[in-house]
């Protein structure tokens, strides 16, 4: 990748398209060094690295100069102590995509596993033994309120499907200047997106050929 490492959230209902984009944006950004935390064992996500079982396979995957390694999480074991693993593995190797898929079964609102959230808050540049690293994250849920506050205060690009939860539509629209029934009632593979960037709200239908076009906020 190119430039600094940057955090991608997705957020939307089932069926909205969050896998799709997500699958598309890898496309956009074809990094060398991926890993993946494929929670549900999402069929939309064979061919999007080479699926492993075990976890301790999946980081000595990851010693390699190029991997892409996506981690079918056990569910008959611990989770989080998991996904503490996982991440932490993703911030010895460094230098890497990191997408975590189905993010509220491993964190919540006010309360983040902690090398998640080194991750989070500092990941985009440390030095780790003597050398200057990165991660880059994309994370992805149904709904943003049981995410991860920091994560999404960190994010460079929310990206947002329908909001099924009028709670969570009201609080992403006032924050983005738009209406609650906008984001609840958007059809299957429309979004609205915000980039850090810029104050402009990005709205447009899941494809791998139309343009993005900016969404236009009540004055």
Not at 47 to 62: C, N, P, R
Not at 76 to 100: K, N, S, T
Not at 151 to 171: E, K, P, W, Y
């Amino acid at each position: 990748m190119k430039g600094k490492a940057l955090t991608w959230a997705a957020f939307g209902a089932r069926g909205t398209g969050k896998t799709a984009w997500v699958k598309q944006l890898l496309e956009k950004i074809k990094p060398p060094r991926l890993v993946v935390w494929d929670f549900k064992h999402d069929p939309d996500l064979e061919g999007v690295g080479t699926a492993y079982t075990s976890l301790a396979d999946a980081i000595a995957a990851m010693r390699e100069k190029r991997f892409a390694v996506r981690y079918l999480v056990n569910h008959a074991g611990d989770i989080h102590a998991q996904f503490d693993l996982f991440c932490r593995a993703c911030w010895a190797a460094g230098c890497l995509v990191m997408f975590v898929d189905e993010l509220p079964e491993v964190t919540k609102a006010n309360k983040a596993p902690q090398a998640w959230r080194q991750i989070v808050n500092v990941g985009r540049k440390y030095t780790h033994e003597g050398r200057v690293k990165w991660v880059a994250v994309i994370g992805a849920g149904q709904r943003p309120a049981e995410c991860d506050k920091s994560f999404i205060a960190n994010a460079d690009v929310v990206h947002v499907g329908r909001l099924g939860n009028a709670s969570d539509a009201q609080a992403m629209a006032r924050s983005w200047g738009l209406q609650q029934r906008e984001l609840m009632d958007l059809p299957d593979l429309h979004w609205r997106e915000k980039r850090a960037h810029t104050p402009e709200i990005f709205a447009g239908v899941l494809s791998f050929s139309q343009p993005r076009k900016a969404a236009k906020t009540p004055s």
